[in-house]
């Protein structure tokens, strides 16, 4: 059974939960908490589903490579991957090993150790600012290429995500997925209608 998380209360949730496809797990994922073993922890508002081999806009979509790799493995774990030259983007690897599929995670609502995500975005004007991008809160979360390939249903790894009993929202419409040049006709996107840490409405 998979452990209570140490730094933020609720339940870790399992393998199975990731077990399925992106375009199912990714609108569940709204609402759980992406936590960190330092205190940091942020509700998850905002994600896209990236779908291998189907996807013309996945990374793996042309198979697997030396930099998506993680991609192709275990569900549950954390693909993180560097773009632009400058930014880090995480996902949770979904679906079953071998199929290249995942949920990017692209925004937070900062809930705990918010002081040490202002030290780590110091050009963040207003809290909102802390997580509501992809590349924001790799940063607010001190997440970088050494969190690629960790497993996210192990506390030891440094990061989960729990289920605090605050329920996914009902009924959350698909839209375009944000940044990609192929597959934008897929509505794949998913957020948390009203709340503004969302980077896009």
């Given at each position: 059974?998979?452990r209570s998380?140490?730094?933020w209360?609720?339940?870790?949730?399992?393998r199975?939960?990731f077990?399925?496809?992106p375009?199912?797990v990714?609108p569940l994922?709204l609402n759980?908490v992406?936590?960190?073993?330092d205190?940091?922890?942020g509700?998850?508002?905002e994600?896209?589903?990236?779908?291998?081999?189907?996807?013309?806009?996945a990374?793996?979509?042309?198979?697997?490579?030396?930099?998506?790799?993680?991609m192709f493995?275990?569900?549950?774990?954390?693909?993180?991957?560097f773009?632009y030259g400058?930014h880090w983007?995480?996902?949770t690897?979904?679906?079953?090993d071998?199929?290249?599929?995942?949920v990017l995670?692209r925004a937070?609502e900062?809930?705990?150790g918010?002081?040490?995500?202002?030290?780590?975005r110091?050009k963040a004007?207003?809290d909102?600012e802390?997580?509501?991008?992809p590349a924001r809160?790799?940063?607010?979360l001190?997440i970088t290429?050494?969190q690629n390939?960790?497993?996210l249903?192990r506390?030891?790894?440094g990061?989960?995500?729990?289920?605090?009993?605050?329920?996914?929202?009902?009924n959350?419409?698909g839209?375009?997925?944000i940044g990609?040049?192929?597959?934008t006709?897929?509505?794949w996107r998913?957020y948390?209608?009203?709340?503004?840490h969302?980077?896009?409405?």
């Amino acid at each position: 059974m998979p452990r209570s998380s140490t730094r933020w209360p609720g339940r870790i949730l399992p393998r199975e939960f990731f077990q399925r496809d992106p375009r199912i797990v990714g609108p569940l994922l709204l609402n759980k908490v992406l936590a960190c073993a330092d205190g940091r922890a942020g509700r998850i508002v905002e994600v896209e589903a990236y779908c291998g081999a189907i996807d013309p806009a996945a990374h793996t979509y042309r198979g697997k490579t030396a930099r998506n790799a993680v991609m192709f493995g275990p569900p549950g774990h954390m693909y993180v991957y560097f773009t632009y030259g400058m930014h880090w983007c995480c996902n949770t690897v979904c679906g079953e090993d071998g199929e290249g599929s995942g949920v990017l995670i692209r925004a937070l609502e900062p809930i705990a150790g918010i002081e040490h995500m202002r030290e780590a975005r110091p050009k963040a004007k207003k809290d909102r600012e802390l997580c509501s991008g992809p590349a924001r809160l790799t940063q607010a979360l001190g997440i970088t290429g050494a969190q690629n390939g960790i497993d996210l249903v192990r506390a030891r790894d440094g990061y989960t995500v729990v289920d605090d009993g605050t329920p996914a929202p009902e009924n959350v419409p698909g839209s375009a997925r944000i940044g990609i040049r192929e597959g934008t006709d897929l509505l794949w996107r998913w957020y948390v209608a009203g709340n503004t840490h969302v980077s896009r409405a």
